[in-house]
């Protein structure tokens, strides 16, 4: 069981806005940032968001982060075809037996 | 362009040990901390170890903790994970990922630029 938690699937339609939530604790999302990864079918994870809400350069801006208290959230906005892939959120943990944790994905259906 | 090639992967009995190893071109290797993340077969992302620019913080994963060793060689802009007493619960894609931001783990963990990974099978 993964330490951030999120809805294991979402979906949308052409055109749509859809979010991801992700929950985590006051020891990773409560004092550090959170970033969001995209990964494709048979392919290497993909960087979306870094320090909660900023984008690399080349990600589209209908890719936007937000994040409040424990919790971090990813709005895709205008849904494309090419956008259905699994989503995961990622932050550091300071807790004892800390480091990196990523949550458990979430799967992005285009309908 | 940067970029990060992984390699050792392959087939070991459990018990033993194996090698990973991580070469970077196109960037200034000593300038970024560095990480290993894995995935196993129809899985999520799973962090395995990080280390500072300089190898003077490491961490680890609680699944992997006594079993594995991350290094690095600035000279040789490669990072490295050594895998001992390996289980089948250590079957998985292994990635190398470079830290976008700050040269040491913790707090900045966003990875901006992935290899493609090497196929770790443990497995008698």
Same mark, same amino acid.
């Given at each position: 069981q993964s330490v951030l938690t999120q809805p294991p699937s979402a979906s949308g339609t052409p055109g749509q806005r859809v979010t991801i939530s992700c929950s985590g604790s006051s020891s990773n999302i409560g004092r550090n +940032?959170?970033?969001?990864y995209q990964q494709l079918p048979g392919t290497a994870p993909k960087l979306l968001i870094f320090s909660n809400n #900023?984008? +690399? /350069?080349?990600? +589209?801006?209908r890719f936007s982060g937000s994040k409040s208290g424990t919790s971090a959230s990813l709005a895709i906005s205008g849904l #494309? /075809?090419?956008?259905e892939a699994t989503y995961y959120c990622a932050s550091w943990d300071d807790s004892l037996n800390g480091g990196g944790v990523f949550g458990e994905g979430t799967m992005l259906t285009v309908l | 362009?940067?970029?990060l090639v992984e390699s050792g992967g392959g087939l070991v009995q459990p018990g033993r040990s194996l090698r990973l190893?991580?070469?970077a071109s196109g960037l200034t290797f000593e300038d970024y901390a560095m990480h290993w993340v894995r995935q196993a077969p129809g899985r999520g992302l799973e962090w395995v170890s990080g280390i500072d620019w300089n190898s003077g913080g490491v961490a680890y994963a609680d699944s992997v903790k006594g079993r @594995?060793?991350?290094s690095r060689d600035n000279a040789r802009k490669s990072v490295y994970l050594q895998m001992n007493s390996v289980r089948a619960e250590d079957t998985a894609l292994y990635y190398c990922a470079k830290q976008l931001q700050g040269s040491t783990i913790g707090y900045y963990f966003g990875m901006d630029v992935w290899g493609?990974? *090497? *196929?770790?099978? @443990?497995s008698s």
């Open positions: +940032p959170v970033n969001w #900023q984008r +690399p /350069s080349g990600v +589209p801006d #494309q /075809s090419e956008d | 362009e940067v970029q190893s991580c070469a @594995v060793i991350i493609q990974g *090497t *196929t770790v099978i @443990v």
